[in-house]
């Protein structure tokens, strides 16, 4: 049974966020789906991916192609994920089922601190996920690092 990672980003953004938390991923030996809400936002972050340091180049692509099965990382906004996710990161706000919690190694859900809605939304996944009993760990950055603030 896997852990809900709720990341509550206040100093750095999604973009400088997200590399940091697929590379240790990658590194623990997982596929990983990166679950979106808007086509045009999973897009733009496939670009950031894409113009990262040349030394740290993470292997992904965007969900739509004919290889998405063999992807170590796919950005999508459906539900499934044909690479076989080991670990599921949403972001903006995109929902997560108690039972992916429940089959995946880890579930992490970023959420920027700068708005308000995400805030919220987060704060009802939270209630959700715990809810249906859910294993969950709430870290902030606020401090300048990451801190674990909360666990259920």
């Not at 709720?6 to 590379?23: I, S």
């Not at 679950?35 to 496939?46: Q, V």
């Not at 704060?123 to 259920?152: F, H, N, V």
Request: aromatic share 8%; charged share 25%; proline share 5%.
């Amino acid at each position: 049974m896997g852990a809900a990672y709720f990341y509550h980003l206040t100093q750095r953004p999604l973009e400088a966020t997200l590399p940091v938390l697929l590379e240790k991923s990658l590194a623990a030996g997982w596929r990983v789906a990166v679950r979106g809400t808007d086509p045009a936002r999973m897009d733009w972050l496939d670009q950031r991916l894409w113009l990262g340091p040349e030394e740290g180049f993470l292997p992904h692509g965007l969900a739509g192609g004919k290889h998405d099965a063999l992807q170590p990382v796919l950005l999508t906004v459906q539900t499934t994920m044909p690479n076989d996710a080991a670990c599921l990161m949403a972001v903006d706000g995109a929902e997560v089922a108690p039972d992916e919690v429940s089959r995946l190694d880890r579930v992490c859900i970023l959420f920027d601190g700068h708005d308000a809605m995400a805030v919220e939304a987060a704060r009802g996944q939270w209630r959700a996920l715990t809810g249906a009993g859910c294993k969950a760990q709430y870290w902030s950055e606020e401090s300048g690092r990451w801190e674990k603030k909360a666990e259920a």
